[in-house]
């Protein structure tokens, strides 16, 4: 397991964008599915987005499609979460992971062993 680095949260504007960054301190994950997810207060964590190894296969949850964004860049040990949009729903702690398995996409949080420590995203009414 490697701690990855997640950035780019902050506080927006409803109707605002911002862009989520999650970086690997090794290239070990530039095969890996990586996964977005997120918890709100008092909810329990989400799955949001996902991204297969080599970027070529993505997959949102229902509430995001059409104004999230994932994307990766191998070279950079880089992942990304463009948002746009924001809605006050979309206030949660937002996490990224690295999926254990690198034979297909999943949604299941069980299927993703590293992850992040998490970077608030607040969007303000």
């Known amino acids: 397991q490697v701690r990855l680095i997640e950035s780019g949260g902050g506080s927006v504007q409803a109707g605002g964008s911002l862009r989520l960054s999650c970086t690997a301190p090794?290239?070990?994950?530039?095969?890996?599915?990586m996964g977005w997810f997120r918890q709100a207060p008092g909810k329990e964590r989400e799955f949001v987005a996902a991204?297969?190894?080599?970027?070529?296969?993505?997959t949102y949850t229902d509430s995001v499609k059409g104004r999230f964004t994932v994307s990766r860049d191998n070279d950079k040990n880089t992942v990304y979460l463009q948002m746009s949009s924001l809605t006050v729903e979309d206030t949660a702690i937002y996490y990224c992971?690295?999926?254990?398995?690198?034979?297909?996409?999943?949604?299941?949080?069980?299927?993703?062993?590293?992850w992040g420590q998490g970077t608030q995203v607040t969007v303000i009414s």
């Open positions: 992971a690295a999926q254990r398995s690198r034979d297909y996409v999943t949604e299941d949080a069980r299927e993703y062993n590293s």
């Open positions: 090794i290239r070990a994950f530039s095969s890996n599915p």
């Open positions: 991204i297969s190894g080599m970027g070529g296969f993505t």
